[in-house]
C-alpha cells in the first residue's frame, strides 16, 4: 500500500535530481557522523524550515510514515505525561473526521481511544467534545485531530478545541498530514496545537512509493522537545523509532531542494492553490454530484467528499462503479468510501493545472451523463459502461455482446482518443 495515498500531488523531476548524486546516495545510514557533516548540515537546516513552517519548537525527522510519526508523537506525549507525574492518563480523544491512522497509532502506543461525534456539517461536535473531555478529565492524555479535518474542511472551533483540550490537563496532537492547504497561511502553533506530523511525501515533494520509503517527521512545542526520539548512536534511545537515526534521510534532499527552490511565497501560494482547486472542482460538481460537508462559510477544505449515496438509490449504481469507469477515461480512481460510505473523496491538490482540472471536470460530468442514462432507461441496467467499467483493451478487440458500442466503453470523450491510458485488467 502507498503511503499518504490520499495526496497524490505531482512533483517535479527537478526535486529528484540531487538523489542522482553520489555524495547523496552513496552514504551509509549510520555513517560516523564525522563523515556526515554535509548531510548534517542538510537535516539541521531542513528542521529549521520545519520549525518555521508549524510554528513549533522541536523536530525529528525520524518517523518513517505520517503513521509513524504519529505513534512517535504520541510516545513523546505519554514521556511528557510521565515526567510530569500524569502519567495515568491513557485516553485518547479522536474526532470521527480524524484519519484512519489515528486511532490505529494511538492504541499502538498502548492508548485507549474515545470516538467524538461529529455535526451535520462535518465539524467535531462541539457539545459531544465537551462532554467527553469533561467525563474523561482526569485521565485523559491527548486529542488527536486531523486539521483540515477528513471531512475536508477547516474546523472553524480549532482554537476553542485545543483551549478546551489543555483545561483538562491534555495535550492537543494535530495531523498534519494536509498542511499542503496550510503551508504560509496558518499553522499547528498557532492554532495551539502541541505535537504534529508532516508527511513529507504528501505536502513536500518527496515520493509516495510502494510503501515507502516515506518521511513523517514530527514538530513538537518546547515543553515536548526533551522527549523527542533519541538513537542508541547518539547514547540515547528514548522513543526511537527507526533503526537509523534521521529515519529515511536518504530522500530528504528532496524536500530541502522543494523547499529552497519554491522559497516561502512560493510555499503560501501552493497552499492557496491547493484550496482553490478543490474548490474549483467542488463548485463545478455542486449541481450534479455536490459535496457531503462544506465548513461554515460554504467553502471546502484541501479536499471534498463527492455524493454518490442518492446516484445508489436511484439508479443501483454505485461509487464503485463510477470510481471503475474513471480508468476508462485515464483517471487513476480517487479515495473509495472513506471517511463516508457511499463516496468518492477528491482532492486535486495544488499541482494540477486548470486544463486539468476542467477535463476531470468535463470527465465527471459525462459520467454524470451516463448515470442518467441508466436512470431514464435508456441504458441496461444489467449491462451499461458504468456496471462493466474498466474496459481493458483485450475487451475492446475481443467479441463484443454488450448492449452499447466498443467506441462508447473505450473512448467516451475526445480527450480519451488523443491520449488513451489503457487499464491493464478488467473486473474481477
Ligand atoms: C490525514 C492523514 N493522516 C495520516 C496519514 C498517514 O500517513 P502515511 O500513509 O504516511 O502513514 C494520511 C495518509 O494519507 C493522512 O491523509
Redesign the pocket.
Known amino acids: 500500500i502507498s503511503?499518504?495515498?490520499?495526496?497524490m500531488k505531482l512533483n517535479a523531476a527537478s526535486e529528484l535530481l540531487p538523489l542522482s548524486r553520489p555524495e547523496f546516495t552513496n552514504i551509509h545510514p549510520l555513517a560516523p557522523e564525522e563523515q556526515a557533516t554535509g548531510y548534517r548540515e542538510l537535516v539541521d537546516n531542513l528542521s529549521e524550515m520545519l520549525k518555521v513552517i508549524t510554528g513549533l519548537t522541536g523536530v525529528s525527522l525520524q518517523p518513517n510514515?505520517?503513521?509513524?510519526g504519529?505513534y512517535a508523537g504520541l510516545r513523546v506525549i505519554r514521556s511528557y505525561l510521565e515526567s510530569i507525574r500524569q502519567g495515568h492518563r491513557n485516553k485518547v480523544l479522536i474526532p470521527a473526521s480524524a484519519?484512519g491512522?489515528?486511532p490505529a497509532s494511538a492504541v499502538q502506543a498502548g492508548f485507549d481511544t474515545i470516538t467524538c461525534a461529529c455535526d451535520e456539517l462535518g465539524n467535531v461536535d462541539m457539545k459531544d467534545l465537551k462532554e467527553k473531555a469533561e467525563s474523561n478529565r482526569k485521565e485523559l492524555a491527548a486529542l488527536m485531530i486531523?486539521y483540515p479535518s477528513?471531512h475536508g474542511i477547516f474546523e472553524t472551533e480549532i482554537k476553542e478545541i485545543c483551549r478546551i483540550i489543555h483545561a483538562c490537563g491534555a495535550q492537543v496532537y494535530m495531523?498534519g498530514?494536509?498542511m499542503n492547504a496550510q503551508v504560509g497561511l496558518t499553522n499547528p502553533g498557532t492554532i495551539g496545537a502541541d505535537v504534529c506530523?508532516l508527511?513529507l511525501?504528501?505536502t513536500f515533494a518527496s515520493p509516495h512509493g510502494g510503501g515507502g520509503p516515506?518521511v513523517?517527521p514530527i514538530c513538537v512545542a518546547k515543553h515536548l522537545t526533551p522527549f523527542l526520539p533519541g538513537h542508541g548512536i547518539f547514547g540515547n534511545q528514548q522513543n526511537e523509532v527507526s533503526a537509523a537515526p534521521f529515519g529515511s534521510a536518504g530522500i530528504l534532499p528532496i524536500t530541502y531542494g522543494y523547499i529552497r527552490m519554491i522559497g516561502a511565497e512560493g510555499l503560501t501560494q501552493t497552499a492557496k492553490i491547493a484550496v482553490l482547486n478543490a474548490n474549483y472542482l467542488a463548485a463545478c460538481l455542486n449541481e450534479t454530484y455536490g459535496t457531503v460537508y462544506r465548513g461554515e462559510n460554504g467553502f471546502v477544505g484541501h479536499e471534498m467528499i463527492l455524493e454518490c449515496r442518492k446516484i445508489t438509490e436511484e439508479t443501483g449504481i454505485t461509487e464503485n462503479d463510477i470510481a471503475k469507469r474513471l480508468m476508462d477515461y485515464g483517471y487513476h480512481a480517487p479515495t473509495l468510501s472513506f471517511p463516508v460510505h457511499g463516496t468518492l473523496m477528491i482532492e486535486p491538490t495544488e499541482s494540477e493545472s486548470l486544463a486539468e482540472l476542467d477535463n476531470f471536470v468535463n470527465t465527471m460530468l459525462h459520467i454524470w451523463i451516463e448515470i442518467q442514462e441508466v436512470k431514464n432507461n435508456e441504458a441496461d441496467k444489467a449491462d451499461n459502461v458504468l456496471i462493466n467499467a474498466p474496459h481493458p483493451e483485450y475487451e475492446i478487440v475481443g467479441d463484443w455482446s454488450h448492449a452499447y458500442s466498443r467506441e462508447k466503453a473505450a473512448y467516451p470523450i475526445d480527450s480519451v482518443k488523443e491520449n488513451k491510458f489503457w487499464i491493464n485488467v478488467a473486473r474481477v
Open positions: 503511503l499518504g495515498s490520499c495526496t510514515s505520517g503513521a509513524a504519529e484519519h491512522t489515528n486531523t477528513t495531523d498530514a494536509n506530523h508527511n511525501h504528501k516515506g513523517g
